[in-house]
């Protein structure tokens, strides 16, 4: 989801090193919302054995998508970017007095399968998809694909059957199945909708039609995670569920708390699990928190009881040593 700041990402990654101020080799017994007091916008995240990825959102910046490892969720690092420059036209080398600023590389989705890792982004500029994908995450290369049409704020989602898809849309949500390679929509297929109005459950008024989306598959069931935002309220996560890929969905307001929202599910090695979100904070951008996830009835359930965002968090203890590359 696009947004008006414009930033320096080396900040960023400063600043994903000096968030916290105990000393290098301090136990972390428990982490502090937020998570990262950084710009770290529209970020998704997954789990490779012990250890965490997270991508986020670049705009017209260079290098793009830049990629962070953590052994805890609470301390990040930088270790790559997945692309050098989107596209070489004159509105992103600022060329014959033309620009692009707000319009790069837009909401990233980051998912791993078989072995290769792989992140996924839409830019208005271009107006096309565009996928990389390596096998070695902190070290490339990265191989770069790109197809028309530019798919918003999507989702890129591997199932069980072998099957690519992505989800995306505003307000009105879309399923479009892709080439098993992820280079480009599968020839013969069209995509179709599976959530008319992604925002009711949030209420009738809306400012901002639900969009976000991020895909799950837990336990056989299919998950997926948008933003809302309805008029005199606050930014607002909303949960569909659907046994089938392509619906029918239920949705329900997932957490209204704070305006933390736009984000998705990880779990940890011992079968904790959180939602990562992100809570604009004025000039200093989005900035990350963590929400503890209950499971009730086949629901996951955000915050505290009382549906909250807490302000620590219980993570696991372990040294702060620095993530290496592989």
């Known amino acids: 989801m696009p947004y008006s700041l414009s930033r320096s990402i080396l900040l960023v990654g400063i600043l994903l090193t000096s968030t916290f101020t105990s000393p ?7 982490a502090q919302n937020p998570i990262i007091f950084a710009d770290v916008p529209d970020m998704s995240m997954l789990r490779v054995g012990d250890t965490y990825y997270m991508s986020s959102t670049t705009m017209h910046m260079s290098p793009g998508v830049p990629i962070m490892q953590s052994k805890d969720l609470a301390n990040w690092y930088l270790v790559s970017y997945a692309y050098d420059t989107l596209a070489s036209v004159d509105a992103m080398t600022l060329a014959h007095g033309k620009s692009t ?4 590389s837009w909401a990233s989705s980051l998912r791993y399968h078989q072995g290769t890792y792989y992140v996924s982004t839409f830019d208005q500029t271009t107006g096309k998809t565009h996928v990389y994908s390596t096998k070695n995450i902190g070290k490339g290369p990265w191989k770069a694909v790109s ?52 925002s009711a459950p949030a209420g009738p008024n809306i400012n901002l039609p639900a969009e976000g989306s991020q895909l799950f598959k837990v336990n056989g069931k ?5 933003i809302a935002w309805p008029k005199n ?7 569909h569920r659907a046994d089938n890929i392509a619906g029918p969905y239920d ?11 736009q984000g998705g599910l990880i779990d940890t090695p011992d079968g904790k699990w959180y939602a990562y979100l992100f809570r604009d904070f004025g000039a200093v951008g989005r900035i990350l928190y963590l ?17 909250k965002v807490p302000a620590t968090l219980a993570l696991p203890a372990k040294p702060r040593t620095r993530c290496t590359l592989r």
């Open 24 to 30: 290098l080799l301090a136990q972390v017994k428990q």
């Open 101 to 104: 600023y707000g319009r790069g």
């Open 147 to 198: 197809f028309r049409p530019s798919l918003h704020d999507h989702s890129l989602f591997f199932d069980d059957d072998g099957r690519v898809y992505m989800v995306y849309g505003s307000g009105k949500i879309q399923l479009a199945e892709l080439t098993a390679d992820v280079s480009g929509l599968k020839p013969g297929t069209t995509p179709q909708v599976i959530i008319e109005n992604a």
């Open 222 to 226: 299919y998950y997926l995670f948008n």
């Open 233 to 239: 309220g606050m930014r607002t996560v909303i949960v």
């Open 251 to 261: 949705g329900r307001v997932a957490l209204q708390d704070l305006g933390v929202a």
């Open 291 to 307: 929400v503890p996830v209950q499971w009730q009835d086949g629901w996951p359930v955000l915050g505290t009881p009382a549906g």
